[in-house]
């Protein structure tokens, strides 16, 4: 198909894909005559997976690069390919207190965690827990426990689907570790809202489901 024809199909405008082939996210179309250049469905399945990375998981161009690159490479390791899906997604800049990133740490080793100190997951906990205090409202840091037991409930059913994904090579397992580390949080967070209404109303009989 021609570029034209690629942009129709996804929703991407001609200029962002010349940019992406330029930026090295998407591999250049093959060239078919002058200033003609033809693309394929591989082209359209990436450019749906970088607008999903983009437009849903909130990673800037320059993280998506970072993520993709990790997922094309066979020889990356595959534990590394998780950390840069992970360290890819949007976090806070100020750095968090000791005392919050010490009370995550070892609230995750009471639950069985194996523990990183720099681990961006840490991090980006104890800097809720700093907000939290910084509001006045250090109460509701009493939720972590059972954070702790959501979080590894979904870790397990996230790492349940990457193994599946294993017969199929590290191509195929890696861009699962992709997908669903990113695309995975917006859709807990989605399931997370309609869980909290549903509840909602089980206890207090308030508002409506959607």
Sequence with gaps: MRIAELASASGVSATSIKWYVSEGLLPAGERTGYNQTEYGD???????????????????????????????????????????????????????????????????????????????????????????DALGRGDLATTLPAYLRAAEVVADADVDCISKNLDAGPAAAAQTVVVGTVLGDALFAGLRRMAQTSESVRRFDSGSPA
């Design 42 to 132: 591989d082209h359209l399945a990436r450019l749906r997976l970088i607008r999903s990375l983009v437009e849903v998981g909130g990673l800037s161009v320059a993280a998506a690069k970072d993520v993709l690159v990790a997922a094309d490479d066979p020889d990356h390791p595959f534990g590394n390919t998780l950390g840069v899906a992970q360290a890819s997604l949007p976090t806070r800049t100020a750095p968090p207190s000791a005392a919050s990133v010490a009370r995550v740490a070892a609230a995750a080793r009471r639950q069985g965690w194996t523990v990183w100190e720099d681990h961006p997951g840490l991090l980006a906990a104890a800097g809720v827990l700093d907000r939290y």
